[in-house]
């Protein structure tokens, strides 16, 4: 939990009476991947740095790889809801159905394939849909990775029949919906069981990120890598970066605008280009290791999004079935994702 700690008044030592000196505050955030993959190198460490020397070293931040504090990913958003950590890095689609709201921005050919693009828009969906479902946490940031890829032992793919009968792991509902409208068999996990799994043969392969894949060591378990034609991602996922609510309510006001200042628009984007920048990093690791590369016809692509647009569809009568607007929702989507495009930043 946050130690916050105050120096004693200075004529309690014997001294000349002085003001209580500032409160100090460690905040102790975890995550579930390594700290060597993107968002961490690139956003996470960056951020607790940003905030520690802004706050001129009055609130430090640690940050725990791996689930170090204990815990699931999966069950992320509980621990910082109930203070068992003071924040972290949540990926609301590890619990399904919980949120149905965010899974629209997660459905296929949804978001562009750039990360800080598809992260302007998940903050500004977040804005106007998801912060009653995030209600009893605090949301610092709310972003996108970059582009979904299929990852697989053997050669890559080169047609839709060719997803028959492969076992591929998937992150998110959305994906695995997808996969089985491909043909595949979908087998949902968290990206940690990930490598386990393709060494012991449970799964010929997985949709995955670029960036991800050099911390999993898809070089080394992995043969090809398979791509979309244009300039829409396949799958996407949605994360949020978020605080115990008590404990972000209880920093002195000072403090708090710290975190304010890092929040909102401008860190969804600054961790949507995390992922961009990792998946640069990662798919420079896969050409090295003598990988196959490919992206799919344009003929091919439209399938899969005919597909998609299934998936879509099913999706919205879902949506409906629960008392939401699926259409709208499917809607506000699309046209926020149009809106934040070409470098618009979305107000905080």
């Known amino acids: 939990m946050t130690m916050i700690r105050s120096a004693a008044l200075a004529a309690l030592i014997g001294l000349t009476a002085t003001p209580l000196l500032a409160q100090e505050v460690t905040l102790r955030f975890q995550h579930f991947v390594s700290p060597n993959s993107a968002n961490?190198?690139?956003?996470?460490?960056?951020?607790?740095?940003?905030?520690?020397?802004?706050?001129?070293?009055?609130?430090?931040?640690?940050?725990?790889?791996?689930?170090?504090?204990?815990?699931?990913?999966a069950n992320q958003y509980d621990l910082i809801r109930d203070g068992a950590i003071d924040g972290g890095w949540v990926i609301p689609g590890y619990q399904p159905g919980r949120f149905p709201e965010a899974e629209a921005l997660e459905l296929p050919f949804m978001v562009t394939k750039s990360a800080e693009e598809a992260s302007r828009a998940a903050w500004a969906f977040t804005q106007k849909h998801?912060?009653?479902?995030?209600?009893?946490?605090?949301?610092?940031?709310?972003?996108?990775?970059?582009?979904?890829?299929?990852?697989?032992?053997?050669?890559?793919?080169?047609?839709?029949?060719?997803?028959?009968?492969?076992?591929?792991r998937g992150p998110s509902r959305p994906a695995t919906l997808l996969l089985e409208k491909l043909g595949a068999t979908p087998v949902g996990m968290p990206v940690p069981a990930f490598p386990e799994a393709l060494s012991r043969g449970v799964v010929d392969g997985g949709v995955i990120t670029w960036e991800m894949s050099p911390s999993l060591k898809l070089d080394e378990?992995?043969?090809?890598?398979?791509?979309?034609?244009?300039?829409?991602?396949?799958?996407?996922?949605?994360?949020?970066?978020?605080?115990?609510?008590?404990?972000?309510?209880?920093?002195p006001d000072d403090l708090r605008a710290v975190i304010d200042a890092n929040s909102g628009a401008m860190a969804s984007a600054w961790a949507g280009r995390a992922h961009d920048t990792g998946d640069a990093e990662g798919r420079a690791v896969m050409e090295a290791a003598g990988n196959q590369i490919a992206t799919l016809s344009t003929g091919e692509t439209d399938r899969i999004k005919a597909?998609?647009?299934?998936?879509?569809?099913?999706?919205?009568?879902?949506?409906?079935?629960?008392g939401l607007d699926g259409t709208a929702l499917i809607q506000d989507a699309r046209d926020t994702v149009a809106a934040t495009r070409g470098g618009v930043q979305p107000s905080n």
């Open 307 to 322: 597909l998609g647009a299934e998936v879509i569809t099913d999706w919205i009568a879902e949506a409906d079935a629960k």
């Open 221 to 251: 378990l992995i043969d090809s890598h398979t791509d979309v034609a244009g300039e829409m991602s396949l799958y996407n996922l949605y994360f949020i970066w978020a605080m115990n609510k008590d404990v972000y309510e209880g920093l």
């Open 130 to 168: 998801l912060m009653d479902d995030f209600a009893d946490v605090h949301v610092i940031a709310a972003h996108m990775h970059g582009r979904g890829l299929v990852h697989k032992t053997g050669s890559a793919i080169d047609a839709v029949e060719d997803f028959n009968g492969l076992k591929l």
């Open 40 to 73: 961490p190198k690139h956003f996470i460490e960056p951020w607790a740095r940003k905030v520690e020397t802004e706050s001129q070293g009055r609130i430090k931040v640690e940050i725990y790889p791996f689930m170090q504090l204990g815990g699931s990913a």
